[in-house]
């Protein structure tokens, strides 16, 4: 089993940084992929950014968030991020941390769930 817990959710404004803590239980974590997903009101959860398991991890973005959020793991910590940058009202969500055996941008791949942070976006 892998306890998941979110953190660093907020109210901010728009073109305000906020960064996303995972603290990670239980199982190794290194051996993890580990992913962010967001859902917002009335939406369907939606894949934000994911990161392979492992030293010298490869990242991967859902195409509106790149360049704008960077997804990073610290191992000795048991702990990933998710930096946002220049944050817009549409990225207003509650954000899930999730890890997976597999490195995947399908929710369905990932086994293990945070309960969520949310993040509004105030315009």
């Known amino acids: 089993q892998v306890q998941l817990v979110e953190s660093g959710g907020g109210l901010v404004q728009a073109g305000d940084s906020v960064r996303l803590s995972c603290a990670a239980s239980g199982r190794t974590f290194g051996g993890l992929a580990m992913g962010w997903f967001r859902q917002a009101p009335a939406k369907e959860r939606e894949f934000v950014a994911a990161v392979t398991a492992g030293i010298g991890a490869s990242t991967r973005y859902a195409d509106s968030m790149k360049g704008r959020f960077t997804i990073s793991r610290d191992n000795a910590k048991n702990t990933i991020y998710l930096q946002m940058n220049n944050l817009k009202s549409e990225d207003t969500a509650v954000y899930y941390c999730?890890?997976?055996?597999?490195?995947?941008?399908?929710?369905?791949?990932?086994?293990?769930w945070g309960q969520g942070t949310q993040v509004t976006v105030s315009s």
């Open positions: 999730a890890a997976s055996r597999f490195y995947s941008v399908d929710d369905r791949q990932y086994e293990y």
